[in-house]
């Protein structure tokens, strides 16, 4: 492969991961500040969750802040972690307490994943700089 087919490669996958992370963020932000307004349905989800309101802001703070993650460079790797871990916990609540379909979760978690993996390399150069 040369050099050049290296560096379109590099872009594409780039402009991809934006483009998902632009996505993904939108989604979040939408969700995060609907459970922060306490739009009547999320209210009512979250009462049948039965940890409180308190969760439901909560909630809506981890979802905003892992969706600005996403559109920081540098930062996109671990919001995508972020998100994703979260996503594992809806999946968990939407089977074990709603008894309702974890599929938007499950999607949502997935394209965190690609976003990993896309990101991968940054994340790399993170956790070695933590590392020192």
């Not at 790399?124 to 020192?132: E, M």
Request: charged share 10%; aromatic share 8%.
């Amino acid at each position: 492969m040369s050099a050049t087919s290296i560096q379109s490669v590099r872009a594409r996958r780039r402009i991809g991961a934006w483009t998902l992370q632009g996505i993904l963020a939108a989604a979040f932000l939408a969700a995060g500040f609907a459970k922060m307004a306490g739009v009547p349905f999320m209210v009512d989800l979250f009462a049948q969750i039965g940890l409180g309101q308190w969760f439901r802001i909560a909630t809506g703070i981890v979802e905003v802040a892992g969706a600005v993650a996403l559109l920081v460079p540098g930062l996109a790797s671990i919001g995508a972690l972020w998100l994703g871990f979260t996503m594992v916990c809806a999946v968990a609540t939407h089977v074990f307490v709603l008894h309702t379909s974890p599929v938007p979760a499950i999607v949502l978690g997935v394209l965190n994943a690609v976003v990993v993996y896309l990101r991968r390399d940054e994340l790399v150069a993170l956790l070695h700089r933590i590392k020192g």
